[in-house]
């Protein structure tokens, strides 16, 4: 066996080896940590009735079961968070390539002037996929404690205040994450994790 062969051998044989403790290394890497606020006891959803954009009713564990849900209350009339809220939203769904197995729901604090058509046409403006929900004041009163949200004020004044906050609902109706305003851009590098784990 010649000197040139051996060498390149042992070359290859360590270039081997590098790329193996590599693999290895990445593979038993913990997943990044995610943004937002973990829950450390899940909610359940279940049983919390409201109505789509064509008046259907909906209920936001069983009728999207299987997949994950991102939900945010707010209201049309909002001159600032919820529309910027929703355009994030939009991109982020756009840079996940609209995963079919991810919903982005909005339902509306302000049922009395968003009815279902309302609310319906204004989430279709951030994307063509996203479901605007609404109800009777009983109903949004429900899911918004549900969900740890507070609402209050004059919604014809743009003057109705609101946790403004993104939700993570799993595949089994379990609220599981809370995303602030702040944290919501972070949902772009956070999505495909969620989506594997939740």
């Known amino acids: 066996m010649s000197r040139n062969f051996l060498y390149v051998l042992l070359v290859v044989v360590a270039i081997a080896a590098g790329f193996g403790a590599y ?20 909610v359940a959803v279940r049983g919390l009735e409201l109505l789509d954009g064509s008046g259907d009713a909906i209920d ?23 529309p910027l809220t929703l355009a994030q939203l939009g991109r982020i769904y756009e840079e996940a390539e609209t995963p079919d197995d991810v919903n ?9 002037y968003d009815t279902p ?8 403006r951030f994307h063509p996929d996203f479901i605007g929900l609404t109800g009777t004041n009983q109903q949004v009163a429900s899911a918004a404690k549900t969900f740890f949200v ?3 004020g ?15 609902v799993d595949r089994e109706g379990m609220l599981r994450r809370i995303y602030s305003t702040g944290d919501v851009p972070k949902l772009a590098l956070d999505l495909a994790q969620l989506r594997d784990s939740l």
């Open 23 to 42: 693999r290895l290394g990445a593979a038993l890497r913990p997943a990044p940590e995610l943004a937002g606020t973990a829950l450390q006891t899940p």
């Open 60 to 82: 936001l564990a069983d009728d999207f079961a299987g997949e994950l849900t991102l939900v945010f209350f707010g209201y049309t009339r909002c001159p600032d968070v919820c």
């Open 104 to 112: 982005v729901v909005m339902v509306s604090v302000d049922p009395a």
């Open 117 to 124: 058509a309302v609310i319906g046409a204004y989430v279709k």
């Open 150 to 152: 507070g609402y209050a």
């Open 154 to 168: 004059v919604a014809s004044r743009s003057e109705l205040a609101h946790t403004d906050v993104v939700a993570v």
